[in-house]
């Protein structure tokens, strides 16, 4: 059984990354707790002294025994320095892999030096077998040696604790041994790195022995993060200009796919929760009201323990979706909602639902905080400017909060907060210590330089967080910091990143496929595990959408944009009931959710977003991205341009573009050839011939433009087939996934489809056996297969399917 960011925390003991252990910490508590304080175990007291940081990636994963059915079992360890040293210390890191820090610790055990390797002739450098010792959680234990000489050090291991099951797994029931990692130092140098690692016959776990003498990760083995030395003078940067803009008004939807998907996302705003549940924890943070008991394990986490989270969710999509559609009920729930976070801000600008010495209690430091700064900012944009007032507040607080240096690493998935720093800077009320901040706490120039190498390492082996989806919120920041300072070191790294995402973990269709706890080598791209989570490709849009700003001519971002919201985002959006979490690429889709859950707040934030990604506004004229029937109207050259697209793609491959304008205007208009075009494609103006546009390019049609004037397209779109080359494969068989343009079709009928095909060596010959079914746009019957047809996976509700059939080999 697979686990996943969502079943984890949900069945954790500590749901989140510190937090079952770190309560119990026995260290100072930063700052004052409010009057009404939360119960104990969300005050998460900052460590001292050395803390292990999460090293959830599969190459710094702790060592592990096997289970033992007894407390009273003995198991051991044993390192072999090579030669006899003097040793000074030994350093023993808690088993910190799977956000428990400290679980597996041993209750009763002794460390031992000896000069041949059956330590007949032991000698102690610590002795912990007469009394129980207490879970250290993540603080690292150090045990002077006094110069013992040895060659050989064995920690052994006389009481184990119990590891209680987070889920029913066979594999999780017991007794064990774990640790992250040991050191042994001489001379002041660790000389275990790298060394032979032994074990006892009965519980020693041989897959995990090269995990004791790991070497350190990149950036060290501790939480805290402090770097002045990355920050730099504001009064030295040169921020690169866009090139273009994303429209923040002016779009109007006209029918079509779009507008039927944010018909359907207003429902499940409205439906979901009222104005009072979305501001509850508010209030119990004011002690307005009594604390609530969640019912179920579901409601603690997506809302108890990332409180106010859900008031970020119906921000950002309820703010997002008034740029483009009035509709009064949703602004005055958005307005009821701003002015009750205005209520209960503390006297220092404090907003947060939670308080603030909860801080690094589960994902509540970066997500929480991110998804609140999003909301508000889309609720300013969407006219309330009373949210940009309570950000600025709030982040003159947080820019000098006593947690900072436990932003990144000690609270779990610390990097998804880059963004609302980032973010904010580039709104009207930013200031340089929104970025300033990020470079001190956040940076981490190690994975700054993997990434810029183009290391598939660094995306899959982050050594400080679950290697997923999550990490393209980090990256996020990290071109916000390029753009805003200019630095090129920002933007080489997030383009590496952005390859090797592209190159690696992202599956037919567009679907970033990767997620926590699954390990995912590079081009896995497994079917059979649950991947593929919405929030993972609303993440992907708008980090390629910065790109797109940046480089509109290079038409790969918006080919992203496009496959994300057509595979991914309507694919996964069901309406009232909510969003699918995962988008499942064979079988059935996921039954939608509407309690609060990652993928339906960044699901509901894309689809509020669309009609921002069809245009773009140049300097000097308009960039046509996506085919959707709609109006955008803008300034240019003194004077208000409007263009109205005609088409009812993706059913219909015919696009009219008409001109509305008071008096002939001069503008460019670049019309995107999509890089999935067939063959060159011919545009004309008022009927002449005008352009030829190869596929992956822009067509500048540069002209002083008359009202009634249109340009006509008729895009080259046909059925596209790609063999699959992951790690899913079926013996004897080939499988194969077929688009039809950007859309991703599923071969409908059985859950597993085999197609009666014979000589498919090569995608065209499967392209050939598809015909198209009368009357029923975009579906399409196989020969010699009945039963089964090919639809637009998006389309796709409750039938089983398969969007990877698989065709026999033959000799």
């Known amino acids: 059984m697979s686990i996943t960011r969502r079943r984890f925390l949900k069945t954790s003991a500590g749901a989140g990354a510190t937090v079952a252990g770190a309560r119990f910490f026995k260290g100072p508590v930063v700052g004052a707790a409010p009057p009404d304080s939360p119960p104990d175990e969300r005050v998460v007291p900052?460590?001292?002294?050395?803390?292990?940081?999460?090293?959830?990636?599969?190459?710094?994963?702790?060592?592990?025994?096997?289970?033992?059915?007894?407390?009273?079992?003995?198991?051991?360890?044993?390192?072999?320095?090579?030669?006899?040293?003097?040793?000074?210390?030994?350093?023993?890191?808690?088993?910190?892999?799977?956000?428990v820090p400290g679980q597996g610790f041993p209750i009763r055990?002794?460390?031992?030096?000896?000069?041949?390797?059956?330590?007949?002739?032991?000698?102690?450098?610590?002795?912990?077998?007469?009394?129980?010792?207490?879970?250290?959680?993540?603080?690292?234990?150090?045990?002077?040696?006094?110069?013992?000489?040895?060659?050989?050090?064995?920690?052994?291991?006389?009481?184990?604790?119990?590891?209680?099951?987070?889920?029913?797994?066979?594999?999780?029931?017991?007794?064990?041994?774990?640790?992250?990692?040991?050191?042994?130092?001489?001379?002041?140098?660790?000389?275990?790195?790298?060394?032979?690692?032994?074990?006892?016959?009965?519980?020693?776990?041989?897959?995990?022995?090269?995990?004791?003498?790991?070497?350190?990760?990149?950036?060290?083995?501790?939480?805290?993060?402090?770097?002045?030395?990355?920050?730099?003078?504001?009064?030295?940067?040169?921020?690169?200009?866009?090139?273009?803009?994303?429209?923040?008004?002016?779009?109007?939807?006209?029918g079509g796919v779009f507008q039927t998907a944010m018909e359907k996302n207003i429902r499940y705003l409205l439906d979901s929760y009222s104005v009072d549940d979305l501001l509850r924890q508010f209030r119990?943070?004011?002690?307005?009201?009594?604390?609530?008991?969640?019912?179920?394990?579901?409601?603690?986490?997506?809302?108890?323990?990332?409180?106010?989270?859900?008031?970020?969710?119906?921000?950002?999509?309820?703010?997002?979706?008034?740029?483009?559609?009035?509709?009064?009920?949703?602004?005055?729930?958005?307005?009821?909602?701003?002015?009750?976070?205005?209520?209960?801000?503390?006297?220092?600008?404090?907003?947060m639902a939670y308080p603030p010495n909860t801080?690094?209690?589960?994902?509540?430091?970066?997500?929480?905080?991110?998804?609140?700064?999003?909301?508000?900012?889309?609720?300013?944009?969407?006219?309330?400017?009373?949210?940009?007032?309570?950000?600025?507040?709030?982040?003159?607080?947080?820019?000098?909060?006593?947690?900072?240096?436990?932003?990144?690493?000690?609270?779990?998935?610390?990097?998804?907060?880059?963004?609302?720093?980032?973010?904010?800077?580039?709104?009207?009320?930013?200031?340089?210590?929104?970025i300033q901040v990020l470079q001190r706490y956040y940076q981490e120039n190690f994975w700054m330089e993997q990434l810029a190498a183009r290391e598939e390492r660094a995306v899959w082996q982050y050594p400080y967080a679950a290697p997923h989806c999550y990490l393209l919120t980090n990256l996020e920041g990290y071109i916000d910091i390029y753009l805003a300072t200019g630095d090129e070191r920002y933007l080489r790294m997030v383009e590496g990143a952005w390859a090797l995402y592209h190159q690696n973990w992202e599956n037919s269709g567009g679907s970033i496929s990767i997620i926590e706890f699954v390990p995912s080598p590079p081009r896995s791209n497994m079917l059979n595990v649950p991947l593929g989570e919405l929030c993972g490709n609303s993440f992907w849009t708008f980090l390629s959408q910065r790109f797109h700003l940046l480089d509109p001519e290079n038409e790969k971002f918006v080919a992203e944009i496009e496959k994300s919201i057509y595979n991914v985002g309507l694919a996964d959006l069901v309406g009232s009931p909510g969003f699918r979490y995962h988008t499942l690429l064979t079988h059935h889709k996921e039954k939608p959710t509407a309690h609060n859950s990652c993928c339906e707040g960044q699901g509901t934030r894309l689809i509020g977003s669309l009609p921002e990604h069809i245009y773009s506004f140049a300097p000097d004229g308009l960039y046509v991205n996506l085919y959707e029937p709609s109006t955008v109207e803008w300034k240019g050259d003194g004077a208000t341009l409007k263009l109205k697209m005609h088409t009812r793609f993706p059913f219909d491959s015919d696009v009219?573009?008409?001109?509305?304008?008071?008096?002939?205007?001069?503008?460019?208009?670049?019309?995107?050839?999509?890089?999935?075009?067939?063959?060159?494609?011919?545009?004309?103006?008022?009927?002449?011939?005008?352009?030829?546009?190869?596929?992956?390019?822009?067509?500048?049609?540069?002209?002083?433009?008359?009202?009634?004037?249109?340009?006509?397209?008729?895009?080259?779109?046909?059925?596209?087939?790609?063999?699959?080359?992951?790690?899913?494969?079926?013996?004897?068989?080939?499988?194969?996934?077929?688009?039809?343009?950007?859309?991703?079709?599923?071969?409908?009928?059985?859950?597993?489809?085999?197609?009666?095909?014979?000589?498919?060596?090569?995608?065209a010959d499967l392209e050939k056996r598809l015909k198209p079914k009368s009357g029923q746009p975009l579906h399409f019957t196989v020969e010699n297969t009945p039963g089964i047809e090919f639809m637009p996976y998006w389309l796709v509700d409750q039938e089983p399917f398969n969007c990877f059939p698989a065709v026999p080999l033959r000799a």
């Open 284 to 351: 119990e943070r004011a002690g307005v009201i009594p604390p609530f008991v969640p019912p179920n394990p579901d409601v603690k986490f997506w809302e108890e323990d990332l409180a106010g989270s859900n008031a970020g969710r119906f921000m950002m999509a309820a703010g997002n979706t008034l740029r483009w559609m009035e509709h009064p009920e949703l602004r005055r729930r958005l307005n009821a909602v701003v002015d009750g976070i205005a209520q209960y801000r503390e006297p220092n600008g404090y907003i």
């Open 46 to 99: 900052m460590p001292t002294g050395e803390w292990m940081s999460p090293s959830s990636g599969t190459a710094y994963r702790a060592y592990r025994s096997k289970y033992a059915k007894s407390a009273d079992a003995t198991t051991w360890v044993q390192i072999d320095l090579g030669e006899k040293r003097a040793i000074d210390s030994v350093k023993v890191y808690p088993a910190n892999d799977r956000f």
């Open 656 to 763: 009219v573009l008409q001109f509305s304008v008071a008096r002939p205007t001069q503008a460019r208009i670049r019309v995107r050839v999509p890089s999935w075009a067939t063959h060159d494609m011919d545009i004309y103006v008022n009927g002449d011939p005008a352009a030829k546009g190869t596929p992956g390019c822009y067509v500048a049609l540069d002209r002083t433009w008359s009202e009634g004037d249109v340009i006509q397209f008729r895009l080259p779109i046909a059925l596209y087939a790609e063999r699959y080359t992951g790690l899913d494969q079926i013996p004897g068989h080939a499988r194969f996934a077929v688009s039809y343009g950007p859309i991703l079709l599923a071969a409908v009928g059985a859950p597993e489809v085999r197609l009666r095909l014979d000589d498919v060596k090569e995608p």
């Open 109 to 254: 055990f002794k460390l031992q030096g000896s000069r041949e390797p059956e330590f007949h002739k032991p000698i102690a450098i610590a002795n912990h077998l007469d009394a129980d010792v207490p879970n250290p959680k993540g603080a690292i234990q150090q045990y002077p040696a006094t110069g013992v000489e040895c060659r050989y050090v064995r920690l052994t291991a006389t009481r184990l604790p119990r590891i209680e099951p987070r889920r029913p797994m066979a594999d999780e029931n017991g007794y064990y041994l774990a640790i992250g990692k040991m050191d042994v130092y001489s001379g002041g140098k660790n000389v275990a790195e790298l060394c032979p690692v032994t074990a006892d016959a009965a519980y020693g776990n041989d897959d995990d022995l090269p995990q004791v003498t790991r070497p350190e990760r990149a950036g060290g083995e501790n939480t805290f993060m402090d770097h002045p030395e990355n920050v730099t003078d504001p009064s030295t940067w040169k921020p690169p200009v866009h090139k273009v803009k994303v429209p923040r008004t002016g779009v109007t939807l006209n």
């Open 359 to 434: 801080i690094l209690y589960s994902e509540r430091g970066g997500y929480t905080r991110a998804w609140v700064t999003h909301g508000l900012i889309e609720a300013a944009y969407a006219g309330n400017p009373k949210a940009f007032e309570l950000l600025r507040g709030y982040y003159d607080w947080f820019n000098q909060n006593p947690y900072l240096t436990q932003m990144l690493r000690f609270s779990y998935q610390g990097g998804q907060g880059m963004v609302a720093n980032s973010r904010l800077y580039f709104t009207p009320v930013g200031k340089p210590a929104d």
